[in-house]
């Protein structure tokens, strides 16, 4: 799997850009990804019509909107793009407007990019790194914070990351949330997004820490998946995770649906768990 500085090569980091509106800050992040031969200019237009057709459902934290597509011929390999805004611009989301931050991945699948995403989540989510970020003078200040988040130490690793780790629940073993039949074997949540492999990804890393830090992650699989497919999957599932747009166009899939607003936010995240676990 690709690390996040391979993905996202200074070439590829614009610094105080100046957009009128969002689809100037997606077009200027998609110029990054056709300047680095990553994706053509097609692309850009599938990142654009994405949001026109399923809402403002990229904007995944406050200030943070994760520009992309489904997979397609426009693809050229797996890479990503920054764009740091020099003012804001509004998306139209309900929670996490205005944007200054438009981060576009382009995908061939959703395989190559896994490591990447779960770096990505723990630098935004975290407070000093993302201060970093937002304050690097240059590309090349900003690359060397996204280099050195790929030395990091994962939660797996044993590496206390917050004092939610004092909180985790002292359950051995999740129950069967309320109202959900007694199954066998691991339970399944379903992290879901309009495409699949950009913002599910997100917050199934986010959600995968909060597993780590409970010692839950031997009893409950994540799975990023596109609206779709989470329709058909959704009876395999104790609930869904997702943004309040998505959850919008799914409507009642016989699960709960949970909407989560910040993607980078362990403690939200965790607030979600707690409460379809009921602990």
Partial sequence: MSALSDLLPSEAIRLDARATDWRQAVRDAGE????????????????????EENGPYIVIAPGFAFAHARPSP??????????????????????????TLVVALAAKDAAAHTAAMASLARLLGDP???????????????HAVLAGQDDVRTPQDGVPTSQDDARAPQHAAPAVPAGRASAPGMHKILTVC?????????????????????????????EATDTISAKGKASEAVAILTSREIARTLGDVGVPVKVVEDFTSTTEVDGVLRDTYDV
């Fill in 32 to 51: 990054l990804l056709v300047a680095t031969g990553t994706a053509t200019a097609d692309y850009t237009a599938e990142m654009i019509r994405n949001v």
């Fill in 128 to 142: 000093e790194s993302s201060r970093a970020l937002h304050e690097a003078p240059t590309p090349q200040a900003l």
């Fill in 74 to 99: 426009a693809v050229l390999r797996t890479g990503m793009s920054w764009v740091r805004l020099a003012k804001p611009v509004e998306f139209g989301h309900e929670t996490n407007d205005p944007v």
């Fill in 194 to 222: 309009g495409n699949g492999v950009g913002t599910s990804l997100f917050l199934k890393n986010t959600l995968e820490q909060v597993l780590d830090r409970w010692k839950w992650s031997k009893f409950v699989s994540v």
